[in-house]
């Protein structure tokens, strides 16, 4: 059974660049894809980005300026980096697979989710 | 982006109840809606998409439904575990975009 991992630091400072690695058990990154998406208490659920195993990516319009994706297929990985942050960036962020029923993958739909880890952003 | 709306925010309800949860997003999206689930301290779990399709391993009680821009997700006999918070998701636009969540508790 796949299952993803995130980690990175938990404490951004202001401005600063907020990187996060998700690590795929069980199963292999190719094929499929993979998303980022975030909790906070002000703003819900929110879709980050996903990328597939080629590298090609889709953003939420609202933070593309300040997001990269990448995936690492030799190391099972894919990365998010979010540049500038602010107080508002203050989340659980998650990783996540597009769901797979039979051979139809989606980007669309979430699941597996990694377990989120906090990113806190202050000074 | 495309609002997604649901209602109630909150409900409170008994076992064995049946329970309908409402979404209703700012334009048509085709049956591209997802519904989740998620307990305090868990992880948000996929349980319907494309509006009525159940995710393998989801229970037979949960069940959704909809067209354009209004979908309903039902439990028809609420068991202990399904106490726990519910998301809409609509993936017709980027960017994908959630509900604000309808928190189902115990009467």
């Known amino acids: 059974q796949v299952q993803l991992q995130e980690s990175g630091p938990g404490l951004v400072k202001p401005s600063e660049t907020l990187s996060l690695t998700c690590t795929v058990s069980?199963?292999?990154?190719?094929?499929?894809?993979w998303s980022w998406i975030r909790q906070s208490p002000g703003k819900g659920l929110e879709w980050i980005a996903y990328?597939?195993?080629?590298?090609?990516?889709n953003y939420n319009p609202s933070l593309k300026s300040r997001v990269t994706l990448s995936v690492d297929t030799s190391k099972n990985q894919f990365s998010l980096n979010l540049s500038s942050v602010t107080a508002a960036d203050t989340a659980v962020y998650y990783c996540a697979r597009g769901y797979c029923s039979g051979t139809t993958c989606y980007p669309s739909w979430f699941d597996p989710w990694g377990q989120g880890t906090l990113v806190t952003v202050s000074s | 982006d495309i609002q997604m709306t649901q209602s109630p925010s909150s409900l409170s309800a008994s076992v064995g109840d049946r329970v309908t949860i409402t979404c209703r997003a700012s334009?048509?999206?085709?049956?591209?809606l997802a519904w989740y689930q998620q307990k305090p301290g868990k992880v948000p779990k996929l349980l319907l998409y494309?509006?009525?399709r159940l995710q393998s391993g989801v229970p037979s009680r949960f069940s959704g439904s909809g067209s354009g821009t209004d979908y309903t997700l039902t439990i028809s006999s609420l068991q202990p575990e399904d106490f726990a918070t519910y998301y809409c998701?609509?993936?017709?636009?980027?960017?994908?975009?959630f509900g604000q969540g309808t928190k189902l508790e115990i009467k």
């Open positions: 990328v597939d195993y080629s590298g090609s990516t």
């Open positions: 334009r048509g999206i085709s049956n591209s």
């Open positions: 494309t509006a009525s």
């Open positions: 998701q609509q993936s017709y636009n980027i960017p994908y975009t």
């Open positions: 069980g199963g292999s990154i190719s094929s499929y894809f």
